[in-house]
């Protein structure tokens, strides 16, 4: 049976993934013409890795789901562990690469190579992050978990309202958010003007 946490996790990788796979893509087009365009449209998806799954998704993994996890498949601790300490890097390893971007951007060309490296790390480690979710804790939970513990999961992330998903609640500014960045990133990235 697929819970409705277990659905709404996956649909926030699944939104992640595409914005990760989009921001490598913007990071090789680079900032070609439009550099204004460009550094936006990079902020701007940095700003949702941040806002979005470092302070909706990644709380209520590590408050709910993992401590239930840990307590009844305690062979799964070590990717827990794992897991937990990427959570707890996350939001200071966003903050470095708008740092980077930003340097780049304001000091120019000599501080890419600094970005780009970082950017491929992270899109690396939060790829492996995800799918370690996926094949270790999401079918350790389903094996584990009662009816009493999806219950409240189910009721918990479905307050979540990531607008790249398209299926849950929406919230306007995450939705001015998700607009800025289709309508301003190039073609096929979004649907901004030029090609990537």
Known sequence: MAHESIRII??????????LRSLGLMVERGPDHE???FFDVMRAMLFYIDEFPERLHHPKESDLLFP???RLAPEVMETI????KDHTSGEASVRELQHLLLAWELVGDSRRVAFD?????????YLE????EETVI????QKVLNDADWKELDAAFAVNCDPLTGKYPRDPAY???????VMRAPAPIGLGEGEA
């Open 10 to 19: 996956r649909d926030e990788h699944a939104a992640l993934s595409a914005m």
């Open 35 to 37: 550099p204004g365009s």
């Open 68 to 70: 239930r996890v840990a």
């Open 81 to 84: 562990i794992r897991l937990e």
């Open 117 to 125: 490296e970082a950017v491929k790390r992270y899109i690396d480690f």
């Open 129 to 132: 992050h995800m799918r370690l």
């Open 138 to 141: 999401l079918p350790a939970a």
């Open 175 to 181: 939705d001015r958010l998700f607009t800025h960045i």
